[in-house]
């Protein structure tokens, strides 16, 4: 329904809001070139994510068409892109490249009225489409900027996040109209031209628990196959 707003969507989203290799160290998302983290690049290359400062080189040389493919293979589908009505598809999309697909797509669930699981099945994906695209892409907008300022990178980043939302919400209305006057921006812009600290990933408690909970099982795995130090036993006392 909607494959055209998806190429000019994302080169968009990268130029203003994401830009090319940084790494915040606020940032949970680790080192991310594009939008794309360091742990969205080791599952694209079925590997493990063990260390972002061994992975922060790797993402740093990955390419731009490395980056269209993880959008196109892991976030266009988790949200469904091309079977959503316009206007509704970027407002998805981006939120889940923000803050995770499954959290977006339970915003999304919450509003429309069905039950919230966060995965775009066929009933969620009639729903959004059955709702009225104005109202949907407004309370999206405003119920994630609300999420947004529970964060407590808020400080940090809620300038960029809530310039990013502004812009994406004025985007996806202006795609409700019939000859919609939308260009899309250079495919990489330097960091002076874009949305200052919008590119920051704003992860919830689920999202940080699973990352955490990754990082946790890797240090155990190394910890059990390391060598271990033989004891020295204590002196005798005469």
């Known amino acids: 329904m909607t494959v055209a707003d998806y190429q000019p969507f994302v080169e968009r989203m990268i130029g203003r809001y994401e830009g090319g290799y940084g790494w915040d160290k606020s940032d949970p ?15 694209f290359m079925h590997e493990k994510m063990d260390s972002m400062a061994r992975w922060a080189p790797i993402v740093k040389a990955m390419t731009l068409a490395t980056a269209d493919q993880i959008y196109q293979q892991k976030y266009a589908v988790q949200c469904d892109f091309n079977d959503l009505m316009a206007g509704a598809d970027c407002t998805v999309f981006d939120f889940g490249v923000n803050s995770g697909s499954s959290r977006a797509i339970k915003y999304a669930q919450a509003i429309v009225g069905v039950a919230v699981d966060g995965i775009m099945g066929p009933i969620t994906l009639a729903a959004i489409n059955a709702y009225d695209p104005t109202q949907f892409i ?6 994630r900027l609300s999420f947004l300022k529970s964060l407590s990178t808020w400080s940090r980043f809620g300038k960029g996040w809530s310039a990013r939302v502004a812009d994406l919400r004025s985007y996806s ?3 409700l109209q019939p000859a919609p006057l939308v260009a899309a921006a250079p495919r990489y812009q330097a960091k002076s031209h874009r949305i200052p600290r919008a590119f920051a990933k704003a992860y919830g408690d689920d999202e940080l628990q699973n990352l955490g909970a990754v990082r946790s099982q890797r240090r155990l795995a190394r ?13 005798r006392r005469c």
Do not use: F, Q, V
């Open 138 to 143: 407004n309370s999206l907008c405003n119920n």
């Open 173 to 175: 209305l202006a795609l």
């Open 29 to 43: 998302g680790g080192p991310t070139k594009y939008g794309i983290t360091c742990y969205d690049l080791a599952e």
């Open 223 to 235: 910890r059990s196959t390391a060598p271990r130090k033989a004891m020295k036993r204590p002196a």
